[in-house]
Each structure stands twice: as C-alpha cells, then as structure tokens.
C-alpha cells in the first residue's frame, strides 16, 4: 500500500522490482498480495496488455480508520464505552498536548457535523 499510495498506480513487476527483490520476496508473492488488497477492496485494478495495473482505492487515513474499527469491533464487541475509555487513557498517558489535541478533534467534529445539519 504505501508504494502505491507514493506512485499512485503499479503494475505487478513495477512493485516487484522496487518492494520485492530488495526484501528478497518472490514475483509470486508480490503478485499474491497486490491481489488479495483487490480481493478485499482496497486496491483497484485496470487491465493493461498482459498485466494488472493496481491503484489504490482507500487513502491512508481510510485504511486507518478501517483498521481501527475492526480492531475495535473485534475487541470490545458492541460495548464502545470499553473502547473509548482505553483511547482517553492512552491519550492521556501520552501527555496533555495529546489530550488536548483529541478535545480539539471531538469539537471540530462536532461543529462540522453540527454545520450539514
């Protein structure tokens, strides 16, 4: 994903040739996994000749977001409250720039949503 996302578009030998072959990963797995992120909905693809060219579908943000929720729906299930409380305390124990960032985050969201309303 992240060579995608800084090339914006890759064919399978392209991601090969500059992920691959540095980490010693086979063509194979490379192609392997490029179609899988296309199985799952997160990478695009486009016929081109012989090959698949990939693109990515969801931007880095979209693809954290995703993560967290499923992470979260994993661990705690329905109880949100559980979730939300262990985030505060991280954020917290980070140090209070970090609280205060997420206060800031809560407000702009809700003055956003508040505004399409």
Known sequence: M???WDHESSDV???FRAIGEPRQITLNTVQSAMKRLWEKGLLSRQKS???YVY???VDRRGLTEMMVSELLDQVT???MDVALQAFVNLAD???????NRLEELVAAKRKADEERS
């Not at 124990?93 to 609280?99: D, I, M, V, Y």
């Open 93 to 99: 124990q980070a140090g209070e720039e970090t609280l």
């Open 55 to 57: 693109s990515t579908k």
């Open 2 to 4: 992240e060579y995608l």
């Open 13 to 15: 030998k392209s991601s």
């Open 77 to 79: 299930g329905s109880q």
């Open 49 to 51: 000749g012989h090959a």
